[in-house]
């Protein structure tokens, strides 16, 4: 069986096993039952809600084209609009969002229109005092403003900072009600935070890391005070914001977190709310981890993002290599949905967004724009215009391209007179010292190659500092023949997807930098180049400016089509859609946690019965608590587990009850077990159950004594050559096993090396063996746990059987088994799958919800060999199992279903009946337990 076979059909279980939770049976997997209705998968829920979406479209559009009197017919009180802005420009009326239901009636969706908080550092106006209770609001620049302007089908506040100190309250009221008309609430900013959260943390660290530009040098930092200091503002600033969340929240409101700004934002929302539906999208890269790495903050920023349910990015890339800083920097485990941490997954994945493209479209139609363009075509007569248009931000590679055009004039004369570049450069963070910097910088290469290349009527380069207003814009885009895009790193970059909805009919060519997000959706149709490589640059504008009219329109329809389907309104709603969905889902795994062990209930069965088994786990269980703060710090400190001091007591107690059996199930190897018990008396089962001893005896091991170990020669030569080549893992050769363990290698370099180790056994020194692999489900303890059951029976000479079984433990997923061994209402006909691995001979009556188990001691027999893998997490487990058989005799278990609790320790999910949250509650247990004999 191949190991991702086996994940695939684990899922569907989950599903009709969490569905069953609600009819408030006990436990978890024993509760599965085959004829449910299926719950349908992520992606079924995500295809329906889009259909539902196109066809809402669909009679939108339709509607559009009726006579008033048939959409009368559909929706008597249509509500005009919720856009947010009176703008011209921005105000186009949402019509009511219809659909069919899953019985074809119609539905408006209108009515249930989902309400949606944006919070972005920046809104999308800005405000300008003009006296002590007036104010001007400006469309602000940028394209997070751009993309979330196109967000219309939701019912939207928008929540964020004006750009602006307001520090009157009279200003402040004047401001908060100004912008409630345009559905904006303000978050106020005191100076003092703005600078060291938005110009210093934002602007001048998280910023030039995220696009690969690194950290500021320590004297730099000095400039803008220290590194801590402004890591405190950027809290407090978060913080605020969440206040102002909390201010406006609805019960069922979406809150959709953006940017870099705020990654502690999900964080502070969660904690104050756990119910609240949070997404948190990064508009910038997200760098490789091995960037991430450096910030000295990065396990805060990590740990608060995934605190929300859903976090976009706009590539592929970018998400993966958000998981990957989270598996590789905070040593969590990144699967293909996302990041999961105790259970709790955060869902990532990519949302490429995209503009408002009927917006541009329609723009270009406008007088205003006809005008503009008009004026642009008789200024710019006779020459081909290139166009660039970028907030002044190293990131944009501004210098580079100019160098680049500079060079091409250089290599082209006959192109001197012929072409011009029109250059937009946006201001933008002016008071971070870098930007100021980088405008000198501009000025001064426009200067020298302009003076180099001018005449005293012409210059080839006009540089704007300036931003222009939405009409110029346009005009621009429409009657420019190339868009030079040089960006070193961009999210996305929606400059180029606006010029290509504006050129439908000149059919304009884009050079894009490969670096830019963009360059993964509009690569095929643009001319990709490195804005590093100053020469292929130059290069690539003569091949624009002189490239055939159809290979221009080729290119141009391919991106066209891009930008007109991959819109903004689709980007939200896709966003929005799939936090729904994770929202559901993580209602149904929520589902799958076991309610808290009922104490009381269980230390009253105890002292009814009379003879008792108490099966405890050892790390984490009876251990404190360990809290590693990262991979790093667990993997210097080699962790010793150690009896927590205030257990010894209770401990001592239980053991000394005649009527009580206690057994230590360990992962740990004998000599731990030996340095913590051997003062008690109790039984130790070591290696997960492969060494058995009573303290008052030697160590035995639960295998038969006449298992071949055959196998073990030639695949020891294959685990040492695979330590060898994998940095920092270990190879372990026990009695009846061999171990590869590569927990402390790098995560993802030690699960590929797993899998080329496995199929190189399969294909190689093991092929002809009978071999199972599981991934993640199974280990000894199902095979050896009856083994040990029978030896404690033997040796103890039980005459009575057990009749009450606690089972605690912090067991891993595949070390399960253990809770389901001892169920007495797993129903016989439960997949083998998720049935404990013993031998069906063992479970000889299961009628009721009475187990009992016969076995008629020292009667084991091997009867068959079998070899078996388990990869648990970082692990690789080899070992030798056996399935044996069993001849019917007395009876050692008599358990009823409520005499049996099997709880997991700190486990969000798990298998078992009931949960403790901590050994803090174990030891509570126990104390209780052993004060009642
Ligand atoms: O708000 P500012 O500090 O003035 O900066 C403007 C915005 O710049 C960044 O925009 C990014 O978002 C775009 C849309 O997703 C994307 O196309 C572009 O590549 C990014 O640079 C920043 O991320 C925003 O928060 C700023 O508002
Ligand atoms: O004078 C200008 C220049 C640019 N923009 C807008 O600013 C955004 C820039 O977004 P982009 O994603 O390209 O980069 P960002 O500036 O967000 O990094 C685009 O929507 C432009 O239309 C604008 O409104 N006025």
Redesign the pocket.
């Known amino acids: 069986m191949s190991i991702s076979s086996q994940e695939i059909c684990i899922l569907p279980n989950k599903n009709n096993l969490a569905l069953l939770q609600t009819n408030g049976m006990p436990g978890n997997l024993y509760n599965i039952c085959s004829n449910l209705p299926a719950t349908p998968t992520r992606l079924e829920r995500l295809l329906r809600d889009r259909e539902l979406r196109k066809y809402s479209k669909c009679l939108n559009d339709c509607e559009a084209e009726l006579p008033s009197s048939t959409q009368d017919c559909f929706s008597p009180d249509l509500e005009t609009s919720t856009c947010w802005f009176n703008d011209e420009e921005l105000l186009e009326p949402v019509s009511a969002s219809r659909s069919l239901n899953d019985d074809g009636e119609r539905l408006d969706f209108r009515a249930s229109k989902q309400r949606l908080l944006v919070v972005?550092?920046?809104l999308p106006v800005s405000a300008v005092r003009h006296g002590e209770d007036s104010w001007q609001l400006e469309m602000?620049?940028?394209?997070?403003?751009?993309?979330l302007l196109g967000v219309k089908e939701f019912d939207t506040r928008w929540i964020g900072w004006a750009?602006v100190n307001v520090p009157d309250e009279i200003g402040q009221k004047a401001l908060a009600k100004a912008l409630d008309e345009k559905r904006c609430i303000p978050v106020f900013l005191d100076e003092e935070v703005v600078h060291q959260y938005?110009n210093g943390y934002?602007?001048n660290i998280l910023?030039p890391l995220f696009h690969y530009i690194g950290l500021p040098q320590e004297d730099r930092l000095a400039t803008t005070r220290s590194f801590q200091s402004q890591f405190d503002a950027y809290k407090k600033a978060n913080q605020l914001f969440a206040d102002v969340v909390n201010e406006h929240y609805e019960e069922g409101d979406v809150v959709w977190c953006?940017?870099?700004?705020l990654m502690f934002l999900p964080k502070c929302l969660k904690e104050r709310n756990s119910k609240m539906k949070v997404g948190w999208?990064?508009?910038?890269?997200f760098p490789s981890s091995e960037i991430h790495r450096m910030l000295p903050s990065r396990l805060e920023l990590l740990r608060s993002v995934l605190a929300a349910d859903l976090v976009g990015f706009?590539t592929y890339d970018y998400a993966r290599h958000f998981v990957s800083a989270c598996t590789r920097i905070l040593g969590l485990e990144g699967t293909p949905e996302g990041v999961e941490d105790q259970g709790k997954l955060t869902r990532i994945a990519a949302f490429p967004?995209g503009i408002d493209s009927e917006r541009f479209i329609k723009a270009l139609e406008l007088p205003e724009v006809q005008d503009h363009m008009k004026v642009l075509k008789q200024r710019f007569a006779g020459r081909k215009v290139m166009l660039g248009v970028d907030?002044l931000?190293m990131?944009k590679g501004i210098p580079q391209k100019i160098l680049a055009f500079e060079k091409f004039l250089e290599e082209n004369p006959n192109w001197r007179n012929k072409v011009v570049l029109l250059q937009i450069a946006v201001p933008?963070?002016t008071d971070v010292p870098e930007y100021q910097k980088l405008t000198s910088q501009v000025h001064e290469i426009v200067g020298r190659i302009n003076g180099r290349f001018g005449s005293l009527t012409a210059v080839p380069i006009h540089h704007l500092d300036r931003s222009l207003d939405f009409h110029e814009l346009c005009a621009l885009y429409a009657v420019t023949d190339v868009a030079l895009v040089t960006?070193l790193r961009?999210?996305?970059?929606?400059?180029s997807y606006e010029y290509v909805a504006c050129q439908e009919s000149k059919k304009g060519v884009l050079i894009l930098s490969e670096f830019?997000?963009?360059a993964q959706s509009l690569g095929a149709g643009a001319i990709l180049v490195n804005p590093w490589n100053v020469t292929e640059v130059a290069y690539s504008i003569g091949y624009a400016l002189n490239m055939p009219a159809d290979e221009r329109e080729k290119r141009h329809h391919h991106n066209f089509k891009h930008v007109i389907s991959h819109t903004a309104q689709e980007w939200a709603a896709t966003f929005v859609s799939e936090l729904n969905v994770t929202i559901v889902e993580a209602q149904l795994r929520t589902r799958q946690i076991p309610p808290p062990l009922p104490i009381e209930v269980a230390v009253d069965r105890y002292s009814c019965s009379n003879n008792r088994l108490l099966i405890l786990g050892f790390n984490a269980t009876l251990t404190e608590p360990v809290d590693t703060l990262g991979r790093k710090d667990s993997q210097i400190n080699e962790w010793e587990p150690k009896l927590r001091p205030d257990l010894q007591e209770p401990l001592r107690k239980l053991c000394d009850d005649p009527k009580t059996t206690v057994l230590i199930l360990s992962g740990s190897a004998r000599n731990v077990l030996d340095d913590n018990f051997s003062d008690y008396n109790l039984w130790l089962a070591a290696e997960n159950g492969m060494f058995l001893r009573v303290t008052t005896g030697d160590w035995m091991t639960t295998m038969p004594e006449n298992l071949s170990m055959e196998w073990v020669d030639s695949v020891k030569n294959v685990f040492e050559y695979f330590t060898d080549r994998t940095p920092r893992s270990q190879f372990e050769v026990r009695e009846t096993s061999l171990i590869w363990n590569y927990k402390y290698s790098d995560v993802e370099f030690g699960r590929l090396q797993a899998r080329d180790l496995l199929q190189h056994l399969w294909t190689g020194p093991i092929s002809n063996a009978s071999l199972d692999v599981v991934q993640g489900r199974r280990s000894v303890e199902g095979a050896a746990i009856d083994r040990i059951l029978g030896e404690i029976v033997h040796n103890k000479g039980m005459k009575e059987p057990i009749d009450y079984v606690l089972c605690i433990g912090h067991f891993l997923t595949k070390d399960e088994d253990i809770y389901t061994f001892f169920e007495p209402e797993l129903p016989s006909e439960v997949p083998a799958s998720v049935r404990p691995q013993v031998p069906t001979q063992v479970r000889t009556s299961t009628a009721g919800s009475r187990a009992a188990l016969l076995l008629k001691q020292n009667s084991m027999s091997a009867v068959e060999q079998n070899k078996s893998y388990s990869i648990d997490g970082d692990t690789l487990h080899l070992m030798v199992t056996d399935r044996i058989s069993f001849q019917e005799g007395s009876s050692v278990l008599d358990l009823q279903a409520n005499d049996y609790f099997s709880c997991s320790v700190a486990r969000k999910r798990s298998n078992s009946r009931y949960r403790l949250q901590s050994s803090d509650e174990v030891v509570t247990l126990l104390r209780e337990l052993a004060d009642h004999r």
């Open positions: 972005a550092n920046r602000s620049v940028g394209g997070l403003v751009t993309a750009g938005y934002c602007n910023w953006h940017d870099y700004h999208f990064l508009h910038t890269p706009h967004v907030r931000d990131i933008t963070r960006s961009d999210g996305m970059n929606l400059v830019a997000g963009a």
